[in-house]
């Protein structure tokens, strides 16, 4: 694995791998002192042009737990207020020895561009309405390790809830999740879907009511009110009449159902109940899992070759 | 122009693996006499078996001991990344906080001594041990770091470029040679 820019460039198998790696960084996690030598002497940028808490610190804790030093650019304090272009910024930054970049941008394809102006690996923390493959990785660990199964997700029902059209989200887990075998309901107003979902193996339903009672997850996704045309929108009104949770719409999940959200939460909007409250969710869980994901993603990228297969003896 | 004849021997039989792994279990009776001090804790993933066994030996022996078994996989400890691939093996599980514990650790073949030095740095991650002992089924010399076993169940001079495998079954050793044709 050269770079990690969409969740596409993964086999399943490829994937299993990596969640497995996880199980590692987990345990290097669970320890007193979380920390280990793994990337010793390599530099990790993280090189955001869009907002963010939960990436950026996650991604920054992972190198930092496997000892890598970490580098960070915000556009908005940087040279890119005196017209620094994109190109430059990277070149620049790759010349004072960075071995991997994580880039966030607002537009499609950025980190896949990036990639052409540096020989550091570049992993995508997130491109406009396209990819964010840490995130579908981090959302299968939290599901598999939940259920017990940890190559599949065949025999689950997963809705997905809210603004699928603007969700970089929701298309990495719709990949992801179908191709380990889950059944993905798409939850979400017409004009909240994609224009086409041709090619995508899922369904949809056009109410949360429809499917809260039977899915084995409910995975509400954020009201993107930043990236919204507001001609698209329906009421607000009538968005959380259909399609928040509430109260008594988390009290109809099943005793064995996740509810997991990406963050961050419009409490009030898409989520009307405190998620603390609701037995099932994995919300803060999701969090801790994604630091053990993006180790393992920058140990693949950075860490040198690794093997599944196990062997016997003839080691040094 | 040079060919290669890989040659499979047998160095020691599944029972001589086993009178091993009995003699050892003894030593390690004879030397620690505190054994609610001791943990033993093998290296994934050649040197977990071979743990497992010695943790029955010892209880055999004394059968009012509870010696912990751990096993540490050291991955992320390594110092040859670039050198050679990453074995994916089970996450470390060390049942208990190794300070002031004795810890024997164990692995399958002791050879450059890297991955001992990778596991020791691991053990310390999990406590400051009053003392770490080495056991190893095979000795095969060319030690590229000052690391000497404890206990050890065979001595056997190799060639570099040797390969040995080490399992229940016995002990192989595959020698490759380079010859005229």
């Known amino acids: 694995m050269n770079h990690l820019l969409s969740t596409r460039d993964l086999s399943v198998d490829e994937i299993v791998q990596l969640l497995e790696l996880a199980d590692h960084m987990a345990e290097i996690n669970s320890r007193a002192v979380p920390k280990v030598p793994a990337l010793r002497g390599k530099t990790i940028a993280s090189v955001f042009f869009e907002d963010s808490t939960r990436t950026r610190l996650s991604f920054e804790t992972a190198a930092k737990r496997l000892s890598a030093e970490v580098m960070t650019f915000s556009a908005s304090t940087s040279s890119v207020n005196k017209g620094e272009s994109l190109r430059d910024t990277i070149e620049t930054l790759t010349a004072m020895g960075v071995h991997a970049f994580v880039v966030r941008h607002k537009s499609s394809g950025v980190p896949k561009q990036v990639t052409q102006w540096t020989n550091a690996a570049v992993v995508n923390a997130g491109d406009g309405w396209h ?4 995130q579908a990785m981090l959302d299968a660990y939290t599901i598999t390790r939940n259920f017990g199964d940890k190559e599949s997700m065949a025999g689950r029902t997963i809705a997905i809830v809210g603004d699928i059209k603007h969700s970089r989200v929701a298309r990495s887990n719709v990949d992801v999740f179908t191709r380990m075998g889950a059944t993905v309901v798409l939850v979400a107003p017409d004009a909240l879907l994609p224009s086409s979902i041709e090619g995508w193996n899922v369904t949809t339903a056009s109410s949360i009511d429809e499917v809260v009672g039977h899915v084995d997850v409910l995975y509400m996704l954020r009201m993107q009110r930043e990236r919204m045309d507001e001609s698209l929108v329906i009421s607000m009104k009538e968005y959380t009449d259909l399609y928040a949770l509430t109260q008594d719409r988390a009290a109809r999940l099943a005793p064995h159902a996740l509810l997991m959200h990406p963050g961050p939460i419009n409490r009030g909007v898409e989520m009307q109940v405190d998620p603390s409250e609701v037995p099932g969710s994995r919300i803060l869980q999701q969090v801790a899992n994604g630091i053990s994901v993006r180790m393992a993603v920058l140990f693949s990228l950075l860490g040198g070759e690794i093997s599944p297969a196990i062997t016997l003896g003839g080691d040094a | ?129 009053r003392a770490v002992q080495l056991a190893v089924m095979v000795d095969r010399g060319h030690r590229e770091l000052p690391i000497r076993p404890d206990y050890v169940g065979k001595n056997i001079p190799t060639h570099f470029s040797d390969e040995i495998s080490v399992g229940p079954d016995g002990v192989f050793v595959t020698v490759v040679e380079k010859g005229q044709a």
Do not use: C
């Open chain 2, 1 to 129: 122009m040079s060919i290669v004849i890989p040659s499979r021997t047998e160095i020691l039989a599944s029972a001589d693996v086993d009178r091993a792994i009995k003699r050892i279990s003894h030593e390690i009776v004879e030397r620690n006499n505190q054994l609610d001090q001791l943990v033993i804790v093998g290296m994934q993933t050649g040197g977990t078996w071979i743990a497992e066994r010695l943790a029955t030996g010892v209880k055999q022996i004394d059968p009012s001991s509870t010696v912990p078994l751990g096993a540490v996989d050291i991955s992320m400890y390594r110092d040859d990344f670039s050198l050679r691939p990453i074995v994916l093996s089970a996450p470390t599980d060390i049942p208990v906080d190794l300070t002031e514990k004795t810890v024997v650790l164990v692995d399958d073949v002791l050879f450059t001594g890297r991955t001992v030095r990778a596991a020791l740095e691991a053990l310390n991650d999990h406590g400051r041990p």
């Open chain 1, 131 to 134: 990819q964010h493959p840490t």
